[in-house]
């Protein structure tokens, strides 16, 4: 299974950034697939998943509002809309796959991380 992201990045408060996850290696279907996003001393939080079964989408409160996810089966790939950027959405966010909706801090599998800066 591989999770392949991009699309991190430093901006200004307020602004945008899309994360793109592309997957191979699993029956999309099978799995929802999202985001967690990691700080160091921090506890590990999962930011959105979407189950690519039947759309189901689970958003974290703290970013409820402000980023959408959406899937593309025909590219296996999903999409993180970040917009109206604050500094404590500065972390490394990593793409993340796993067969439940929503899935906890431990997905079965994971991609390498993308780094997230906001600067006030």
């Known amino acids: 299974v591989q999770l392949q992201a991009s699309g991190g990045g430093l901006v200004q408060t307020g602004g945008s950034l899309r994360l793109s996850c592309a997957a191979s290696?699993?029956?999309?279907?099978?799995?929802?697939i999202g985001w967690l996003r990691q700080v160091p001393g921090r506890e590990r939080e999962v930011v959105s998943c979407?189950?690519?079964?039947?759309?189901?989408?689970y958003y974290a409160g703290s970013v409820k509002g402000r980023f959408t996810i959406s899937g593309d089966n025909a590219k296996n790939t999903v999409y993180l809309q970040m917009n109206s950027l604050k500094p404590e959405d500065t972390a490394v966010y990593y793409c993340?796959?796993?067969?439940?909706?929503?899935?906890?801090?431990?997905?079965?599998?994971w991609g390498q991380g993308t780094q997230v800066t906001v600067s006030s």
């Open positions: 290696g699993l029956t999309f279907d099978d799995y929802a």
């Open positions: 993340a796959a796993d067969p439940a909706t929503p899935y906890g801090s431990s997905p079965d599998y």
């Open positions: 979407i189950s690519r079964s039947d759309n189901t989408k």
